[in-house]
T-cell receptor, first 116, second 117 residues
Framework: DTGVSQDPRHKITKRGQNVTFRCDPI?????LYWYRQTLGQGPEFLTY????????KSRLLSDRFSAERPKGSFSTLEIQRTEQGDSAMYLC??????????????FGPGTRLTVT | AQKITQTQPGMFVQEKEAVTLDCTYD???????LFWYKQPSSGEMIFLIY??????QNATEGRYSLNFQKARKSANLVISASQLGDSAMYFC??????????????FGKGTSLLVTP
C-alpha cells in the first residue's frame, strides 16, 4: 500500500494557460474523488468516479474543468484557460466500496496551483 | 443540506495536556457519518477517527476520542496527552448521504492547533 500520490506537487502558471494534474489512487480502491481547498477553508468536493465512470460533478466544476479516469486507474484533472480564482490546493482521495460503513477516504498530498 | 461548523479558528495547548476541538453539524439525514482529519503543513489530509450516527459508544483511536452528542448535534474531538507533532489544522467532516457522490465529504473550516512545550 503506497498511498495516494499526486503529481505535480506544485504548479505555477500564467492566467489563460491550461494545466493538468494527475492522481494515482491506492491500487485496489474503486472510488476516486477530487476536492479543492482554498486558503483558510476546508476542502470542497469537485467530482467523483466509481471505477472509470464519473458519477457526480459539483457545481464548483465549471466548464473549464474536466476530469477523467481511464480504465478506472489513475485520474487526471485539467483546467483550461486558468484564472486567478483557480489558485488553490487540489486534493485527490480514494476509497473502497468494500470499506464497510465508514467509507473512509485516503487523501494524497495535493497539488498546489498558483495562477499569476 | 449538510453543514459543519467549527467555531475555533485557533487553539493553543501545552504539551502533555488534553485539548477539545469543537464541531457542530446540521443535517436532516437519519444516517450519517462524522470524521476528523488532521492536515499538517505538508498538506496531506490524515484520517483520525470516525463516528457513525447509529454508534452508541463514542469512538476512540489511541489518543483521539470523539465526544458524540447526537441530540446537540456535536462531535467534538478530544486529543489526550498532546504532543508537539499534533500541531496542525484539524477538520471535522460529514459524509454526504448521496450515494451518487460516493458519499463525498463536507468539511468545516478547520481549527489550527498549536502545541507548545
Amino acid at each position: 500500500d503506497t498511498g495516494v500520490s499526486q503529481d505535480p506537487r506544485h504548479k505555477i502558471t500564467k492566467r489563460g494557460q491550461n494545466v493538468t494534474f494527475r492522481c494515482d489512487p491506492i491500487s485496489e480502491h474503486n472510488r476516486l474523488y477530487w476536492y479543492r481547498q482554498t486558503l483558510g477553508q476546508g476542502p470542497e468536493f469537485l467530482t467523483y468516479f466509481q471505477n472509470e465512470a464519473q458519477l457526480e460533478k459539483s457545481r464548483l466544476l465549471s466548464d473549464r474543468f474536466s476530469a477523467e479516469r481511464p480504465k478506472g486507474s489513475f485520474s487526471t484533472l485539467e483546467i483550461q484557460r486558468t484564472e486567478q480564482g483557480d489558485s488553490a490546493m487540489y486534493l485527490c482521495a480514494s476509497s473502497s466500496s468494500l470499506a464497510g460503513v465508514t467509507y473512509e477516504q485516503y487523501f494524497g498530498p495535493g497539488t498546489r496551483l498558483t495562477v499569476t | 443540506a449538510q453543514k459543519i461548523t467549527q467555531t475555533q479558528p485557533g487553539m493553543f495547548v501545552q504539551e502533555k495536556e488534553a485539548v477539545t476541538l469543537d464541531c457542530t453539524y446540521d443535517t436532516s439525514d437519519q444516517s450519517y457519518g462524522l470524521f476528523w482529519y488532521k492536515q499538517p503543513s505538508s498538506g496531506e489530509m490524515i484520517f483520525l477517527i470516525y463516528q457513525g450516527s447509529y454508534d452508541e459508544q463514542n469512538a476512540t483511536e489511541g489518543r483521539y476520542s470523539l465526544n458524540f452528542q447526537k441530540a446537540r448535534k456535536s462531535a467534538n474531538l478530544v486529543i489526550s496527552a498532546s504532543q508537539l507533532g499534533d500541531s496542525a489544522m484539524y477538520f471535522c467532516a460529514m459524509r454526504e448521504a448521496n450515494s451518487n457522490s460516493g458519499y463525498a465529504l463536507n468539511f468545516g473550516k478547520g481549527t489550527s492547533l498549536l502545541v507548545t512545550p
